[in-house]
């Protein structure tokens, strides 16, 4: 990763602030997505309505809720690999 600097304008100064930009040499690795049912009681604890979630293999919801595991799986299917990110 390289590190570019820009401009920001503020209201009470000019500041240089550093933005990460990713090598486009450095491949990002990829990870499929699976299907995942929350019911009821997990999805009144996470706060989320329950259903078929397609996530990453560390939990992180990616897409949902469907109302079926075959929607779930045809939605996992149109997104392909995602970038296995982490923050």
């Given amino acids: ?5 820009f401009r ?3 209201a ?14 450095r491949k990002t690795p990829m990870t499929n997505l699976c299907s995942r049912h929350v019911d009821a ?10 259903g078929w979630y397609g996530t990453k293999p560390s939990g992180t ?4 809720p469907h109302t079926t595991d075959e929607d779930c799986l045809r939605h996992i299917k149109t997104l392909g690999p995602v970038p296995d990110v982490r923050i």
Wanted: charged content about 20%; glycine content about 6%.
């Fill in 1 to 5: 990763m390289t590190m570019a600097p």
């Fill in 8 to 10: 920001f304008e503020g």
């Fill in 12 to 25: 009470s100064a000019t500041r240089t602030h550093t933005r990460m930009q990713i090598s486009p040499t």
């Fill in 41 to 50: 009681t997990e999805a009144a604890r996470l706060r989320v309505k329950s």
């Fill in 61 to 64: 919801f990616v897409s949902g």
